[in-house]
């Protein structure tokens, strides 16, 4: 089946935070109603799609694969449908993690980035449930410890926060800017 779309986005070869990036820029120039296809080849851009809409407003439609080509259809919500793009309000800085970590402080680390991304460095301790797979498995975290949530860049993290929050969890920090910056220890599990 060809589905009809009004922008095609070419994202293949970026990582997150781009493919998002891109999707929002491509939506200022739609009109609602209208669909933009964003190619990607970043598998977590599955899960950042999918939050990103959900959160903004605008209507995930799905997405196909053709080989290592994933194409997600976003159609732009109406005005009244838009919602404002919300940011956890309770941030970490790296330096706050690592000051915790060194005095063994008792406290959940969260990477929510993707399986691979996880593998080849996290930190050590840090409990791995992939953005996407989150609303899932909330049961696997306690509502009552202090949760760092972390991924790449602080954009997937800051998703997760809010759904936790949303969730009933009191104690969510996002932890900015993410593994990137992250100079402490960390550990593969390759």
């Known amino acids: 089946m060809k589905i009809s779309v009004d922008k095609v986005l070419d994202a293949k070869g970026l990582s997150c935070p781009m493919p998002i990036v891109k999707t929002k820029k491509a939506m200022d120039h739609l009109a ?4 933009v296809e964003v190619q990607a080849t ?11 809409a959900k959160s903004t407003g605008h209507q995930y439609l799905g997405t196909t694969e053709e080989g290592d080509v994933l194409k997600h259809y ?11 793009e919300a940011k956890h309000p309770h ?11 060194e005095a063994g402080e008792k406290f959940t680390i969260l990477d929510v980035r993707e399986p691979a991304e996880y593998a080849f460095g996290h930190i050590p301790g840090a409990i ?6 989150l609303e899932q498995r909330l ?29 009933g969890f009191k104690k969510v920090k996002n932890t900015v800017p993410g593994m990137t910056e992250w100079t402490g220890p960390t550990e593969k599990t390759t």
Do not use: F, H, M
């Open 32 to 35: 609602p109603g209208q669909v």
């Open 42 to 52: 970043d598998r977590g851009s599955l899960a950042d799609i999918q939050a990103w």
């Open 74 to 84: 976003v159609r732009k919500a109406n005005p009244n449908e838009e919602k404002k």
């Open 91 to 101: 941030v970490a800085d790296l330096e706050e993690l690592r000051q915790k970590l």
């Open 128 to 133: 791995s449930i992939p953005l996407g797979e």
């Open 139 to 167: 049961d696997e975290l306690n509502r009552e410890d202090d949760i760092y949530v972390i991924c790449r860049t602080g954009n997937r993290s800051d998703v997760a926060a809010q759904l936790l929050a949303q969730s």
